[in-house]
């Protein structure tokens, strides 16, 4: 049977409770130990379980090391320090406490490592960013552009860019007299220039009109950012990117497109999206190993480079094409491809 009430529990770990750290790479592995408080409100329980309020505190308070142990166990299978730890655990906690034949909502005030453990978070995370650098060393070289089976779809207007530049006489066909760009006559004999008299590429699809009230981004934290980056020309550079970011103030998600055609105005759009969407694509990066992807080399891309940067613990990891072998390549544009999927045009914002 069970008992609807209205009942908190605050709780605190008695002893330091360890745990396994990763920082989702198989490169480190190191025990740590934590301690945590926060607060648990009970609205239901089972009586065949706990007889009152008392016995559920009192149980509830018993095992509360284990409970939170063990779902830490279940964090440090991919990484208990990677995002929100407190959040996390709060979410564990929960589904351990239905178990249990509790219904609660729990909040986590406090989760702090103790000095060791702290100071082999700050090493880890030191020596992933030195790997990081290393391997982005760009070897300059002549090999041909090789295009990736899988290609993300952005979904920004504007995104159909196509730059040309067409032939145009170099010399006047009726005296031979050298043209400059920009003459509609030859100068010495007056006869009509063949072609056309362009200064710049002509662009198609392109944002040519300010956007007007785009969404704003600031005061958002960076979570997930892929970004193509145009080949600059005379009248601007380009990109098609997307950017995850969470609102730290009220704790939603969201994801940004930003379209921009060399020589026009960038187009901005926003969509609400939750977290489910970051942790998803932050599995893909971990699957696709692209926190320890070796490789140099810098491929002559048409077009620019494909670049993506996400952010454990307030330290930015920025790997692109232009520092990855080509069987590698894909693994960044699989990831774009992933974020881009959670896009739900029926939450867009404003």
Same mark, same amino acid.
């Given at each position: 049977?069970?008992?609807?009430?209205?009942?908190?529990?605050?709780?605190?770990?008695?002893?330091?409770?360890?745990?396994?750290?990763?920082?989702?790479?198989?490169?480190?592995?190191?025990?740590?130990?934590?301690?945590?408080?926060?607060?648990?409100?009970?609205?239901?329980?089972?009586?065949?379980?706990?007889?009152?309020?008392?016995?559920?505190?009192?149980?509830?308070?018993?095992?509360?090391?284990?409970?939170?142990?063990?779902?830490?166990?279940?964090?440090?299978?991919?990484?208990?320090?990677?995002?929100?730890?407190?959040?996390?655990?709060?979410?564990?906690?929960?589904?351990?406490?239905?178990?249990?034949?509790?219904?609660?909502?729990?909040?986590?005030?406090?989760?702090?490592?103790?000095?060791?453990?702290?100071?082999?978070?700050?090493?880890?995370?030191?020596?992933?960013?030195?790997?990081?650098?290393?391997?982005?060393?760009?070897?300059?070289?002549?090999?041909?552009?090789?295009?990736?089976?899988?290609?993300?779809?952005?979904?920004?207007?504007?995104?159909?860019?196509?730059?040309?530049?067409?032939?145009? $006489? &170099? #010399? /006047? %066909?009726? !005296? @031979?007299? +050298?043209?400059?760009?920009? $003459? &509609? #006559? /030859? %100068?010495? !004999? @007056?006869? +009509?220039?063949?072609?056309?008299?362009?200064?710049?590429?002509?662009?198609?699809?392109?944002?040519?009109?300010?956007?007007?009230?785009?969404?704003?981004?600031?005061?958002?934290?960076?979570?997930?950012?892929?970004?193509?980056?145009?080949?600059?020309?005379?009248?601007?550079?380009?990109?098609?990117?997307?950017?995850?970011?969470?609102?730290?103030?009220?704790?939603?998600?969201?994801?940004?497109?930003?379209?921009?055609?060399?020589?026009?105005?960038?187009?901005?759009?926003?969509?609400?999206?939750?977290?489910?969407?970051?942790?998803?694509?932050?599995?893909?990066?971990?699957?696709?190993?692209?926190?320890?992807?070796?490789?140099?080399?810098?491929?002559?891309?048409?077009?620019?480079?494909?670049?993506?940067?996400?952010?454990?613990?307030?330290?930015?990891?920025?790997?692109?094409?232009?520092?990855?072998?080509?069987?590698?390549?894909?693994?960044?544009?699989?990831?774009?491809?992933?974020?881009?999927?959670?896009?739900?045009?029926?939450?867009?914002?404003?």
């Amino acid at each position: 049977m069970i008992e609807k009430i209205n009942h908190t529990i605050r709780f605190g770990t008695k002893e330091p409770v360890r745990f396994r750290e990763t920082l989702g790479t198989d490169a480190f592995d190191a025990d740590m130990s934590a301690r945590t408080n926060g607060t648990i409100r009970v609205s239901a329980y089972d009586t065949e379980k706990y007889e009152n309020n008392e016995q559920l505190t009192e149980s509830v308070r018993a095992g509360i090391n284990e409970m939170i142990e063990g779902c830490l166990k279940k964090l440090s299978e991919k990484s208990v320090m990677r995002s929100n730890p407190r959040e996390r655990l709060a979410a564990e906690m929960v589904k351990a406490l239905t178990e249990a034949g509790i219904e609660a909502e729990v909040e986590i005030a406090g989760f702090t490592l103790d000095d060791e453990s702290q100071q082999l978070l700050n090493d880890m995370k030191k020596e992933i960013k030195k790997q990081l650098l290393n391997d982005m060393v760009v070897d300059r070289t002549d090999r041909p552009y090789i295009k990736p089976d899988c290609a993300p779809m952005m979904p920004s207007p504007g995104i159909g860019m196509m730059m040309y530049m067409q032939k145009r $006489d &170099k #010399f /006047c %066909r009726e !005296c @031979g007299n +050298k043209l400059e760009i920009g $003459d &509609k #006559f /030859c %100068r010495s !004999c @007056g006869a +009509k220039v063949k072609g056309p008299q362009m200064t710049t590429p002509f662009m198609m699809n392109a944002n040519a009109t300010p956007q007007k009230n785009p969404p704003s981004d600031k005061g958002l934290k960076m979570l997930i950012d892929c970004c193509r980056k145009v080949l600059a020309t005379a009248v601007g550079d380009g990109h098609d990117e997307t950017v995850l970011y969470l609102d730290e103030s009220n704790g939603q998600y969201q994801i940004h497109t930003y379209s921009k055609t060399p020589g026009c105005s960038e187009y901005h759009r926003a969509f609400m999206t939750d977290e489910n969407t970051y942790l998803s694509v932050m599995d893909k990066i971990r699957e696709n190993d692209l926190i320890n992807l070796e490789g140099s080399g810098f491929n002559g891309m048409c077009g620019g480079e494909y670049v993506v940067k996400f952010v454990i613990e307030d330290m930015v990891t920025r790997v692109s094409t232009a520092s990855v072998p080509y069987d590698a390549m894909s693994k960044l544009y699989e990831v774009g491809a992933l974020l881009n999927s959670f896009i739900d045009k029926e939450k867009e914002i404003g």
